[in-house]
């Protein structure tokens, strides 16, 4: 009985998420070079600190 009604609330998320979907598209303020550079900058940033930090040699 509970896997049906899961089922109904499901299906139900489905309709509401439905046409949110549909509109698509990106939003025009993301720029995926934007992005990519400070995820890179991030991980540069990270991999500088943990030399700094391993010390041990």
Do not use: F, K
């Not at 089922?7 to 949110?20: C, F, M, Q, R």
């Not at 540069?44 to 040699?57: A, Q």
């Amino acid at each position: 009985m509970t896997q049906i009604n899961a089922l109904t609330a499901d299906s139900s998320v489905t309709e509401a998420l439905l046409p949110l979907a549909s509109e698509g598209g990106a939003h025009d303020s993301l720029n995926a070079y934007a992005i990519g550079g400070g995820a890179l900058a991030g991980l540069l940033l990270l991999l500088w600190i943990t030399t700094r930090l391993n010390r041990d040699r």
